[in-house]
């Protein structure tokens, strides 16, 4: 499996940004796909997941702000933020694993991961 993300940035607080991560190899028929975020100095934590049944679920601090989705047919897993604050400023990560993993995501569930898209917020 290779992840490989884009769309990162930099925007002004309030803005939007929408990343993408471009899934090959991905074949397993049950899956979890998931977003995770790294600021210098901190711990990774997650941001949003969505399962291959479609289920999603995200950190409270992201609910309201920010939308994931998946294309199955593309293979594209997405996350659509708006509203950005500068506490959103931390390198984005995309994730996966078979089967139907908890939501909100779980950073040791996850195998396969992404190298990271930067976005940074000002204020």
């Known amino acids: 499996v290779q992840l490989v993300e884009s769309g990162g940035g930099s925007v002004k607080a309030g803005g939007s940004l929408r990343l993408s991560c471009a899934a090959s190899g991905l074949t397993y028929s049950t899956y979890t796909m998931a977003w995770f975020r790294q600021a210098p100095g901190k711990e990774r934590e997650a941001v949003a997941g969505v399962r291959s049944s479609g289920s999603t679920g995200y950190t409270d601090s992201v609910k309201g702000r920010f939308t994931i989705s998946y294309d199955n047919v593309k293979r594209i897993l997405s996350l659509e933020m708006n509203n950005l604050k500068p506490d959103d400023t931390a390198m984005y990560y995309c994730?996966?694993?078979?089967?139907?993993?908890?939501?909100?995501?779980?950073?040791?569930?996850?195998?396969?991961w992404g190298q990271g898209t930067q976005v940074t917020v000002s204020s």
């Open positions: 994730a996966a694993n078979r089967w139907l993993l908890p939501l909100p995501p779980l950073r040791n569930d996850y195998y396969y």
